[in-house]
């Protein structure tokens, strides 16, 4: 399978480490990747601003430069949404190209668990953890359960992490709250925003995790300003760093190589 890495703008300049694991991980079971070193962004912050028409061409780019594989995958929830759901307004209905395009493009664990059939990974990781499960994962792809529907889903991202040796996976009180990020919202909306994000993590905090995981970098690196300015006892990872094996971060901050 020839797969195409397709790597956020923000885990791009702040969180290299992020798409390292991914490629690693992919890699290490057993598929073909590439990286189209021309890519861009796909658009979702100037489609998320009611900007269209700057997102647009941004949205032609991207299906251009990433026609042509068996799949497109990326470690972000959000990202992936942009394209599986948001894109369509950019296409004609019968755009066979985008059509295809659309249906290939899967979150990380997505495509590991749905399209490879991976329900275990290789490893350890032996720390209490807890999982934050982003807002576009599960109201946009449906990659686990959520209250406002009634509807048993497993979660792609638990799965995989409660494959690991040693891996202790604490509950929290509120499984699919908002952290609060949801990009623009936490400049136009900056205390809304800080009041959200405190008392997500202070959940986590209080389920006596040592690491909160989640698939999307942009809700982590949101909590992890609150948990350093705040010096609560809390480290946070992306899921591909923990799946590719690497060690804790040596402080509570979010691990940016």
């Not at 995958?73 to 949404?81: A, D, I, K, M, R």
């Not at 950019?90 to 979150?107: C, I, P, V």
């Not at 999307?216 to 350093?228: A, N, P, T, Y």
């Amino acid at each position: 399978m020839n797969v195409a890495l397709f790597v956020p703008c923000y885990i791009d300049q702040f969180f290299p480490d992020v798409a390292i694991s991914t490629l690693e991980l992919l890699e290490s079971q057993g598929v073909s990747v590439s990286f189209p070193e021309f890519q861009t962004c796909c658009g979702q912050p100037m489609a998320n601003t009611g900007c269209n028409a700057d997102a647009a061409p941004v949205a032609r780019k991207f299906v251009e430069m990433f026609s042509g594989f068996d799949a497109v995958v990326c470690p972000s929830g959000s990202c992936t949404s942009m394209i599986r759901n948001h894109y369509q307004e950019y296409f004609a209905a019968d755009d066979e190209r985008f059509n295809q395009l659309r249906d290939s493009t899967f979150e990380l664990c997505e495509f590991l668990v749905d399209r490879l059939g991976i329900r275990k990974i290789e490893g350890s990781f032996p720390h209490r953890v807890s999982i934050h499960s982003s807002c576009h994962g599960l109201r946009e792809l449906r990659l686990g359960p959520s209250s406002e529907q009634m509807v048993p889903r497993e979660n792609k991202l638990r799965i995989l992490l409660e494959s690991l040796e040693g891996v202790e996976i604490e509950s929290i009180r509120r499984q699919d709250e908002c952290c609060g990020f949801g990009g623009t919202f936490a400049v136009t909306e900056r205390e809304t925003s800080v009041a959200m994000g405190v008392d997500r993590v202070q959940d986590h905090v209080e389920s006596g995790s040592e690491v909160m995981i989640g698939g999307d970098m942009s809700c982590l690196m949101h909590m992890q300003g609150l948990i350093s300015r705040r010096e609560m006892p809390m480290r946070v990872m992306h899921i591909a760093e923990v799946l590719a094996g690497r060690p804790l971060p040596s402080s509570p901050a979010v691990s940016a190589r």
